[in-house]
């Protein structure tokens, strides 16, 4: 099991792919995250949402061979921490006829700031995901004032 900090900063993505088509395109990227000691992967799951909008996960070893074979590579540990109930969540926004790859990754990047914080007596009151396309407004809109 991967060990994680007490301070950990940890995420979840569901990534969406149209037409129930991995790719295997983000693996890669993945890789090139972890072997730089950004992230580690602690749960990797696939789930698919037939046209009818019925939700299943699948596993990596049940994947088609050319699709599973860049995430077997992965150096992480896949730990069961989703839920059924938590795959159900996900399953539910999306898309008929689309799957997904669900992940969740510890920001190993934040290890030293988040214990600096504990260590100073600080605690995290609020932390927030901004999407870049409401990035890109912001700076636009003030760049024009």
Known sequence: MAEV?????????????????????????LADLIDRG??????LVFVTKDLDGKVESIELMNLEDEIAAPFRDLDGEVNGLL????????GAALSPGSSAVLIVW??????????????????????DRLDAATVQEALAANSTS
């Open 5 to 29: 900090s007490p301070t950990a900063s940890v995420e979840l993505a569901v990534i969406e792919f149209p037409g129930s088509k991995f790719t295997g395109e983000v693996a890669p990227a």
């Open 83 to 90: 839920s059924d109930a938590d795959l159900q969540t996900a």
């Open 106 to 127: 510890e920001n190993t990047w934040a290890r030293e700031l988040t214990g600096a914080v504990v260590r100073a007596g600080g605690r995290l009151v609020a932390h």
């Open 38 to 43: 950004i992230v580690t992967i602690l749960d």
